[in-house]
T-cell receptor
Framework: AQRVTQPEKLLSVFKGAPVELKCNYS??????LFWYVQYSRQRLQLLLR??SRESIKGFTADLNKGETSFHLKKPFAQEEDSAMYYC????????????FGKGTKLSVKP | NAGVTQTPKFQVLKTGQSMTLQCAQD?????MSWYRQDPGMGLRLIHY???????DQGEVPNGYNVSRSTTEDFPLRLLSAAPSQTSVYFC???????????FGDGTRLSIL
């Protein structure tokens, strides 16, 4: 069965420090990977998807099939990055269901 | 553009009561789904629909019913509420398979 693991419940960094939110997945096929973000009192919104290979708000994420990882990185964290981050997986060719990790709460201190 | 609209935003129920959480989207999306969000558990899929008249179970369907009579609406019904169903419920939609999902604001439900 496919599974998404986010090992850190809470990640606390200082403003300007690099940040890496870890995501590992287990899936035998070819998955679609996403990062969703939920700011305080706001709805979940898409941050990144691996096939886009974009940088959004300074964040990047590279799919490493060898390590089955999709870590989210930003070189210089900002206070406004404080939020809940969810890694999610979707099977190619499936009904499009998203399987979420348990989330990592990022706290960026001034 | 409203996107995905959920009502109500908050609700308190007594054990055994029934309730329907409403979800509507105005983007003509075929795919809609319901998740519940619990602390330390992330989001778990309850039910989903790939189009009008078609629904299927997700990871945690017990205690919930859904229907999809129109493309726009995907209500979630609790037939007999239990304290274990206290959670935040999110509705989401997407245009087609494997496309990013758009989420509603959520419904915070407490069962006493």
């Amino acid at each position: 069965a496919q599974r998404v693991t986010q090992p850190e419940k809470l990640l606390s960094v200082f403003k300007g420090a690099p940040v890496e939110l870890k995501c590992n997945y287990s899936y035998s096929g070819s998955p679609e990977l996403f990062w969703y973000v939920q700011y305080s009192r706001q709805r979940l919104q898409l941050l990144l998807r691996h096939i886009s290979r974009e940088s959004i708000k300074g964040f990047t994420a590279d799919l490493n099939k060898g390590e089955t990882s999709f870590h989210l990185k930003k070189p210089f964290a900002q206070e406004e990055d404080s939020a809940m981050y969810y890694c999610a997986l979707s099977e190619r060719g499936s009904q499009g269901n998203l399987i979420f990790g348990k989330g990592t709460k990022l706290s960026v201190k001034p | 553009n409203a996107g995905v609209t959920q009502t109500p935003k908050f609700q308190v129920l007594k054990t055994g009561q029934s309730m329907t959480l409403q979800c509507a989207q105005d983007m003509n999306h075929e795919y809609m789904s319901w998740y519940r969000q619990d602390p330390g558990m992330g989001l778990r899929l309850i039910h989903y629909s790939v189009g009008a008249g078609i629904t299927d179970q997700g990871e945690v369907p017990n205690g919930y019913n859904v229907s999809r009579s129109t493309t726009e609406d995907f209500p979630l019904r609790l037939l007999s509420a239990a304290p274990s169903q206290t959670s935040v419920y999110f509705c989401a939609s997407s245009s087609k398979l494997n496309q990013p999902q758009h989420f509603g604001d959520g419904t915070r439900l407490s069962i006493l």
